[in-house]
């Protein structure tokens, strides 16, 4: 064994030792020496600090065990980390248990440290997605950091949370709901952070970056680590949050719930001709026609639905299976679908659905509950369903809203609704009052005084593709303005933006998809959004825009800096490869809802 002295001291004489010429052969086996004799459970047992010292949490130091991992060698590419995969090096991972103090529960949490030589005093966690918390803790190697990943007390390993929320009907367990809302994330960098700065001796002074990226729930977590963990953080990305938790949920059963109120299901193909022919009647209001809705406010306000009555639609038959939306590990949430070949013209009903759907949430006073998908985004969640027995088209309830709805409302362990008997819009509001007051501080993830993240000087990239299909848009920009209102409601629109564009910067993505690129609009989508963040944090370069690159098209491998709300690109005459970043009243309102349907304010 040898003490945590004695490992620094080889450490610094190997430091000083490589800037003396060596050899390759030399420096390389030195470093890897080095790594190995730290990667030494009775090591990092020492480093563990006595109880009391990270509030509330009690470190067991003979649950530690550590190992050298060498991706390069063969077979070793175990745990499914895509992430893993440019990266060579050996890393040392650990794993150890805390309970919380007093309470005898069991918490695992494992991290990756890379080689001293490769570490950039960087600490990063990767969010999840759906129920799922990130289970893959190499994450940051690439980046020269360690990261981490854990159990959250209910073995989020193996199990999403939606399959451990109830203890049985009517039963919920308040640990697990808790824990995946923000604070195992939170613990998972306090203890992560802790253990970063001994295992490789950082002086008291020496500043360890700590980065949280994610996008759909993984975005909600990075979320809730700025709300909730905020002076841990230095720089955190998030993508398309699924916050606002309870209305967030209940709208993925509002799309079934138009058609089940007008009483059409319109065939999967209809609706996608109405998507396809809103997509190319949009295209050139952004003032360049390239198969992307830049702007759909300026489509939102100057194209009417109406007029694609009668267009003929085709679709081919199809036998395809998809997964859902990543929303479970579980085998039976893959669903086969058969679809005949299908033709005819969009019909008045068709538009009504489709219509009705953008338009968002009422309740039968005809008072705004929610907001909705931008126009010319898929209609994913209004597909129906082909009964072959009668050739009919039916309901069909997504059960990512279904689930929600059985679990987190009714407390009942059922994986879907079976029907939409007797269900309102008045009805889908009342659920989401339920789920707003029931997970107000755990799942609702709505806080919107960033003060302490702010004033530790905190970093916030925040983008949502603007034709997202599961989480609209607009519920990120409502966010937005609720911090604005919180923080700088006293301030003139101008200089509120020049406060928050300083640590809070939000990005809406042309055409893009739910945390991707969109195969019906091929826009650009950022891929670099780390380094724009290290950059920000680490040398001070504040973005104007965010990087992002054309994947597929006409424009493949266009690179555009994509503007910054609450401005708007329009592309110039005359020049089609560039355009301003504008902003316009009209198109700025277009964007901001209030919900009166709701007596208490909906952040
Ligand atoms: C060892 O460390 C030196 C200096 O940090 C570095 O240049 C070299 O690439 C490292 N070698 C390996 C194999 O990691
Ligand atoms: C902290 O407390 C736990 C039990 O709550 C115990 O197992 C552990 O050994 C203690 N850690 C230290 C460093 O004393
Ligand atoms: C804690 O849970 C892990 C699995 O997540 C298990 O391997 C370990 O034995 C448990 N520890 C205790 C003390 O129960
Ligand atoms: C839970 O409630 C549902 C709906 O009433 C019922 O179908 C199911 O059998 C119940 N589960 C148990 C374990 O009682
Ligand atoms: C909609 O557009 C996509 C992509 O261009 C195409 O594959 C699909 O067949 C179109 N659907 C209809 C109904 O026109
Ligand atoms: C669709 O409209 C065309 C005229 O535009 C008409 O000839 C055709 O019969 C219609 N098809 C159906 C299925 O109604
Ligand atoms: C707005 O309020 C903040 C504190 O809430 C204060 O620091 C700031 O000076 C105020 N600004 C103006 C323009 O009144
Ligand atoms: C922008 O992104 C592209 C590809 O995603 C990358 O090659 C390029 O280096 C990035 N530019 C900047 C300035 O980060
Ligand atoms: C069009 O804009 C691009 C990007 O700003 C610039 O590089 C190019 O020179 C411009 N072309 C013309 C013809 O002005």
Known sequence: MLSRNSILSLYLSLASSIAAPVSDTVSSSSNSTSLTEMCDSSYIQSLIPSNGTLLGIDLIPSSVQATIVDPSAQGSSSSGASSTSTYTSKYCSVTLEYTHTGKGDNVTVKYAFPSPDEFSNRFYLAGGGGYTLNSDATGGLTYGAVSGATSAGYDAFDYSMDEVFLYGNGSINWDAAYMFSYQALGELTVVGKYLTREFYGLAQEEKLYTYFEGCSDGGREAMSQVQ???????????????????????????????????????????LEKIVNATIEACDGLDGRVDGVISRTDLCALQFDLESLVGQPYYCAATTSSSLGFGFSKRDDQSQTSDTPEQSGNITKEGIAVAKQIYDGLFNSDGERAYLSFRIGSSLDDADTTYNSDDDKWELNIPSTGGLY???????????????????TYDTLIDWMKIGMYRYFDSLQTTVTDLTPFRNAGGKLIHYHGESDPSIPPASSVHYWQSVRDTLYGNLTFEESLKELDEWYQFYLVPGAAHCGTNELQPGPYPETNMEIMINWVENGVKPTGL??????GEYASENQELCKWPTRPLWRSGNLSTFDCVFDQASYESWTYEFPAFKIPVY
């Not at 967030?248 to 209809?270: I, K, N």
């Open 405 to 423: 709805v059985q679990k987190f409302i009714k407390l009942l362990d059922l994986d879907n609704l079976d029907n939409l008997d007797g269900v």
């Open 547 to 552: 990087n992002a690159t054309v994947s597929e």
């Open 228 to 270: 909730r963990w905020g002076e841990e953080y230095d720089g955190v990305i998030a993508g398309a949050p699924a916050f606002r938790y309870a209305q967030q949920q209940v709208l993925h059963v509002f799309p079934a719930t138009v058609e089940h109120t007008l009483g059409y299901y319109p065939p999967t193909c209809e």
